[in-house]
């Protein structure tokens, strides 16, 4: 299965790639609680729900790269960015 999807993932151009790789790179339970924002010059930006996790994940950050490698190149490293909170309305 990994094959395949490395193979299709070979196809998009290569920020998307990155993109869509990043469940699969950190897995889903970290997945469904982050976001794969950008990439761009090497670095993929990923969006956290707080500071813990940003601290967490950064400790993973290594790994992280090296999974994403494995289906897109170009990944240097990863940055963990903590989630905006939006403002509501009264």
Do not use: H
């Not at 490395?6 to 897995?27: E, F, I, N, T």
């Amino acid at each position: 299965m990994e094959k395949i999807v490395a193979g299709s993932l070979r196809k998009v151009p290569s920020a998307d790639a990155v993109l869509l790789a990043w469940p699969m790179a950190c897995g889903s339970a970290v997945a469904g609680r982050t976001k794969a924002l950008e990439f761009s010059d090497g670095v993929l930006k990923v969006e956290v729900p707080d500071a813990a996790w940003r601290a967490e994940l950064q400790n993973l950050a290594p790994r992280y790269v090296a999974a994403l490698n494995r289906y897109a190149k170009g990944v240097s490293r990863v940055e963990f960015v903590v989630r905006r909170k939006v403002a509501q309305s009264a």
